[in-house]
């Protein structure tokens, strides 16, 4: 059946990167809960190396990597053609390894302990910008290769219903673009300069709102893969169908019109911008939960088949129906569950009044390590079970290993973070190496650290256990029956589909457009004033 050359050596060099990072940074996550906790001696510039380690890797490393390499295989699978231009692939793959070769070089030389929000005026070596301008760089040999399979088929097969998987692989690719533009004009045009003393101050309003034109969608590009996965991969899994291809459509498009220019509310403390401006991302914002709550209905609807298909009967009986035993599956239904939880903490973050409450507490890292470490992390479990045996053509080495590595994931992420909104709630800060503060908050403090320290140590025996079985799978003997990466059947076949879901003309007109009143006079108002530079602060 397939004519086509399955990219499984590009996608296994992106996914181990990614999973190589992933593993350094979840050691990285546990010294430093043992040193807040202090159970380990304190060491403020340690601290400050690892935090800065552990978020650019977590964000922007595994991350990157890892979905653009579930990209190719994505679109090499849904279209059932070879990448593109492989020579431009691997050429944006080096490109961003030496990206992060240089970053990572400033940060354990102590030269960048900016933290991965890099926020002006602290300032890193150059070498830190240097590489993460290479890192994004590179990233565009992947969305030229997205978009030209995207074109190629479309010409090839005019009117046809474009297929579910890469639509929302190109949805994330059109994401990926826009963001770039704030974080790539703020590193270029701004930090880079500062950091090479071209230029002595530089505007912190203007450098901090582009980072927030970038900040929110960044967050939906890593989520978006999770999503692929939960609408395409894991109903089939489970022997189900997707319960509405339309409404899968409409959630992608939604989260890519809507997560893109509402950054605005990562400013809600600075004085850069009038309020009304930040009330119009709060409304913006709220927006953003509509897709979400789609995802969950129709994900679970997907299930719910999947379940009677099986022989569920009544209320109930679907759920025990499932395939509890699939690690895709049982990842779904984990990762459902702390999307669940953390889809409220979002909401009081993005709540203009309550979001003063929270700022810059515990409450934060909190909220997105329920959702990124919980919800897209145990996804991304779940896509590297499900496409290992596929690239490698060995059977996965032990299913109830990745079992018994996502309840740890799961347990080791709740004892974490539910701990940490409290604590946010008690008033402890975030980001701080050591804790100088009045000893009645230290002691209303001190049990929960010393939890979240346990939960650091569960949550590395499951990265351990991930990495093993992904390693093992390599030299596993035993082949697998099914090569093709295969989706989800809709309930309802797709057989022709109105222009706006299959394909992004119209909704890339309505982002220039939300794009222009969200961040036109935001942005134009920093060059109609006198300018309010500082000056590099740092290393
Ligand atoms: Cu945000």
């Known amino acids: 059946m397939s004519d086509y050359a399955r990219p499984a050596g590009l996608a296994l060099a992106h996914f181990w990167v990614a999973c190589g990072a992933f593993f350094v940074a979840v050691l990285l996550g546990l010294y430093q809960v043992l040193e807040r906790a202090e159970l380990i001696p304190v060491w403020a510039e340690g601290y400050y190396i690892s935090v800065t380690a552990h978020g650019m890797i977590m964000a922007y490393v595994l991350t990157t990597f890892f979905i653009l390499g579930f990209g190719y295989y994505t679109a090499a699978s849904s279209l059932q053609r070879s990448v593109w231009n492989m020579p431009l692939a691997w050429a944006g793959f080096c490109t961003m390894l030496a990206g992060v070769v240089l970053v990572i070089f400033s940060i354990v030389t102590g030269q960048a302990t900016v933290l991965y929000t890099f926020y002006a005026p602290l300032t890193a070596h150059w070498t830190f910008y240097a590489g993460t301008l290479l890192l994004l760089t590179g990233s565009l040999g992947w969305v ?9 088929w479309q010409r090839a097969n005019p009117g046809e219903p474009f297929p579910l998987p890469m639509f929302a692989t190109t949805a994330n690719a059109i994401l990926w673009s826009w963001m770039l533009v704030g974080v790539g004009c703020s590193v270029a045009f701004m930090l880079l300069p500062l950091s090479l003393g071209w230029v002595d101050s530089i505007d912190v309003g203007l450098s901090k709102t582009l980072f927030a034109w ?3 969608p960044i967050t939906y ?6 999503y692929i996965a939960m609408y395409t991969i894991v109903p089939r899994v489970a022997g189900g169908r997707l319960f509405s291809d339309n409404m899968a459509r409409v959630a992608f498009i939604l989260l890519l019109v809507f997560a893109l220019p509402i950054g605005m509310h990562h400013l809600y403390a600075d004085p850069f911008q009038a309020a009304g401006w930040k009330l119009l991302a709060a409304f913006g914002t709220f927006m953003v939960a509509v897709p979400t709550l789609i995802t969950g209905f129709t994900v679970i609807a997907s299930m719910e088949i999947a379940g009677r298909l099986r ?3 009544g209320m109930f ?3 025990t129906a499932l395939p ?3 690690p895709v599956v049982l990842a779904q239904i984990l990762a459902l569950l702390l999307l669940t939880l953390g889809g409220f903490g979002g909401m009081v973050n993005a709540s203009y009044g309550m979001n003063s409450m929270v700022h810059n507490t515990m409450w934060v890292p909190a909220h997105f390590h329920l959702v990124f470490a919980g919800t897209v992390m145990t996804m991304y479990f779940a896509i590297a079970y499900h496409l290992w045996p596929k690239m490698t053509g060995n059977m996965l080495y032990s299913a109830g290993m990745a079992r018994l590595q996502l309840w740890f994931w799961f347990i080791g992420v ?9 604590l946010g709630l008690l008033w402890m800060p975030r980001r701080t190496a050591y804790l100088p503060y009045a000893p009645e908050f230290v002691r209303q403090w001190q049990p929960w650290m010393e939890l979240m320290a346990v939960a650091g140590v569960i949550m590395v025996t499951s990265a351990l256990l991930f990495i093993w079985n992904l390693l093992s799978t390599h030299g596993n003997r035993q082949p697998v029956a099914e090569r093709e990466l295969e989706f989800a059947e809709p309930l309802h076949p797709v057989l022709r589909l109105p222009k706006p879901l299959n394909g992004f003309a119209l909704w890339n007109t309505i982002i220039v457009i939300y794009m222009v009143m969200g961040f036109g006079y935001p942005l134009l108002q920093f060059f109609l004033m006198e300018p309010h530079n500082a000056l590099a602060w740092g290393w």
């Open 144 to 152: 030229v290769n997205m978009f030209v399979m995207t074109v190629q």
């Open 214 to 216: 970038t900040l929110h």
């Open 221 to 226: 590009f890593w989520l978006i893969p999770a």
């Open 311 to 313: 022989g569920g009967r």
């Open 317 to 319: 009986g679907w759920i």
């Open 324 to 326: 509890w035993k699939e």
């Open 414 to 422: 709740a004892m974490l973070t539910l701990p940490w909104h409290y």
